[in-house]
């Protein structure tokens, strides 16, 4: 197990500076002079070249790269043209906002989508499975930012029950678990639920059914088995391949939070990666989307050792 | 003796059976799928959704440009505007009619591209293998690291606001899916008898690539791009509400739902109403997706 996590781990090296690289490099496919955000329009040519140099960007691509993953080992990401501050702590605020929707939204996405998978496959090709696959489509195929639109017009504008955009009451932009800001939090989360939700539903749905309709679960039940106890038997099969299916979702929320979080101005790393575009803010562009990135590596990884770790048949060698 | 009754039926089965062995595969999945109600009902709508966009000019709408301050954000079933009007008094029937032609393109064309780049890609992956498929599936990996919603936003966020920047954003994103899904099941083809056939009887990589291969991987490949539109469409409209794709005043679900999101404390249903047409072309086509795959699954 010790040797597996260890090659586990030595084989995202190479990814983790590839992601850097393309990082690095989404910077300067972008037309125009990355200093544009910080220059006045009518800045001298010799400003221009002097701020230039203070960026770095005067040097060769290469000599920038290495420079910047250096720096970026060490925990700079630079500082925002915007706001001057420096990007890392900007982007970590950010990410606890993100990790704390996306964390809820799983616990009602996954709950949702492994009680309906499993009656769903347990209950094949009966009206139940008909009615929980319809919601596990539905769910997948609806734009997700438009669900938020809806809820918000059914539960703010028409029942004036939840707030409808912010991470707290009077604008306040720090988290605490209580109910004022619980209730700013209900709708984002629902929405962020709907697409893992429906992706769980489904593949429980497929693993329930495939091990159901295996040979040793007619040997189980012949042996007389009470139908609880094949149930058992059904969830521990199912549980490695569902667990990492559930952990790409909860980096799929982390990272594609952006859209949910314009929606509803949620403060976390999709909110910040929206005004770093349109600021053209490219330091905290780049900076975001390589923390993200590296979330989401990460997080992989942890879900393929889990897994090792829990399921025999996997080959530890 | 016991042979003799078996070969009986197999001959006489053989004999009752040449109306349906004489159908070809795709034959028999077209007839498959033609016989699956929600998969005729979800290409109906797309027809109907299509053809709309379409022929919008010759439909008799309103024109989707004109405003009028004076009858901006009507209720849906106001006289005149059965769908109402939007925030700068322009028709919304007309806009959503209209909305189709740009959100239909700019959701469905990365996919084609893609599964052109991709399919090409990965089947030479596939087939040549060594080197060349360790450099090609390597930098698949890498896009892999990054969840897809991420890398459009940051590619077309790079790239600058634009239709075409973010239709090259969306290609970009599912050329790697499109390219493993190639590879795998042409490495799974490429050591059969009839491609070591073809090679042994002179044929150049080329022509085993297009001719042989090609024609044995191309069914799977094509259904998983199907299932991908669903999600283009959500994710290219998504990109023109974040305000990266189309520009106003041009006519484009995503684009509309952005502009009406001011408006959903005067006239919310009309605001949700673009919304409603990306949601109903995603699903049909993840559920006319769905169709094909267990309609070319013959062994069920």
């Known amino acids: 197990m010790l040797a597996y996590t260890a090659r586990r781990v030595v084989y995202v090296i190479p990814i983790v500076i590839s992601v850097a690289l393309v990082c690095f490099l989404l910077v300067h496919i972008t037309p125009g002079d990355p200093l544009v955000a910080v220059l006045p329009a009518d800045a001298s040519q010799e400003l221009a ?16 790269f290495g420079l910047w993953l250096l720096r970026a080992l060490h925990g700079d990401l630079g500082n925002s043209i915007a706001t001057g501050r420096p990007v890392l702590a900007e982007v970590m605020r950010a990410v606890g906002n993100t990790v704390t929707l996306a964390i809820a939204a799983a616990i009602i996405g996954f709950t949702m989508g492994i009680l309906l998978g499993l009656i769903a496959g347990y209950f094949r090709e009966t009206w139940i499975d008909k009615l929980a696959t319809s919601f596990a489509i539905a769910g997948v195929s609806v734009p997700h930012y438009w669900l938020g639109m809806v809820l918000v017009i059914i539960f703010s504008v028409e029942l004036n029950w939840l707030p409808a955009v912010g991470a707290g009451p ?39 059914g495939d091990i159901l309709s295996q040979d040793f679960v007619e040997a189980l039940r012949a042996k007389g088995l009470h139908e609880r106890g094949v149930f058992r038997h059904v969830i521990k099969n199912a549980a490695p391949t569902a667990l990492a299916v559930m952990g790409l979702q909860l980096g799929y929320m982390l990272g594609g ?12 790393s999709g909110f910040l990666l929206n005004s770093a575009i349109f600021q053209r803010d490219l330091p905290l562009l780049q ?31 | 003796m016991s042979e003799l009754p078996l070969s009986a039926t197999t001959d006489a089965a053989l004999q009752a059976a040449p109306a349906t ?246 006239n919310p249903w009309v605001a949700a109403l673009p919304g409603a047409m990306i949601f109903a072309v995603s699903i049909c086509f993840n559920l006319l997706s769905d169709g094909l795959r267990s309609a070319m699954d013959i062994r069920n």
């Not at chain 1, 070249?49 to 960007?57: D, E, H, S, V």
């Open chain 1, 49 to 64: 070249a002097q701020l230039r140099a203070a960026y770095g960007f005067d040097r060769p691509l290469p000599v920038q």
């Open chain 1, 170 to 208: 009077n604008g306040s932009n720090s988290w605490a678990w209580d109910w004022a800001h619980l209730r700013y939090l209900v709708l984002p989360a629902i929405t962020t639920s709907v697409i893992p939700m429906g992706i769980v539903t489904r593949t429980v749905r497929a693993l329930t």
């Open chain 1, 257 to 268: 939070s952006i859209l949910i979080e314009t929606v509803f101005s949620w403060p976390g």
């Open chain 1, 287 to 317: 900076g975001t989307i390589l923390v993200l990135a590296l979330f989401f590596v990460l997080l992989n990884l942890l879900v393929d050792i889990a897994q090792a770790a829990i399921d025999p048949r996997i080959k530890r060698g």
């Open chain 2, 21 to 266: 062995k004489a159908r070809g595969y795709w034959a028999t999945v077209g007839r498959r799928i033609l016989r699956d109600k929600v998969s005729m009902a979800c290409a109906l709508v797309l027809l109907l959704i299509f053809l709309s966009a379409i022929l919008a000019p010759w439909l008799g709408l309103e024109d989707p440009y004109k405003g009028s301050m004076i009858r901006r954000l009507r209720h849906i079933g106001t006289s005149g505007y059965p769908l109402g009007t939007d925030e700068l008094g322009r028709d919304m029937l007309a806009r959503l009619v209209y909305g189709g032609r740009l959100s239909l393109v700019i959701g469905i064309l990365p996919v084609i591209l893609a599964f052109g780049i991709g399919t090409s890609l990965g089947i030479i992956a596939g087939y040549v293998g060594g080197k060349l498929n360790t450099a090609i599936m390597r930098t698949v990996d890498v896009f892999y690291a990054f969840p897809s919603v991420l890398l459009a936003i940051a590619i077309s966020g790079a790239l600058g606001a634009g239709i075409l920047n973010s239709i090259v954003a969306l290609t970009i994103v599912f050329v790697p899916q499109i390219s493993r899904v190639a590879e795998s099941v042409t490495t799974g083809v490429r050591n059969m008898d009839f491609v070591e056939a073809a090679r042994a009887s002179g044929a150049g990589p080329f022509t085993i690539m297009r001719v042989h291969i090609l024609g044995n991987v191309l069914g799977a490949i094509f259904v998983y791009a199907t299932s991908l539109i669903s999600v283009s469409m959500i994710l290219a409209a998504g990109l023109s509400f974040l305000g990266l794709g189309t520009k106003p005043p041009e006519p484009e679900w995503g684009l509309m739902l952005n502009t009406l999101r001011t408006a959903i404390y005067v």
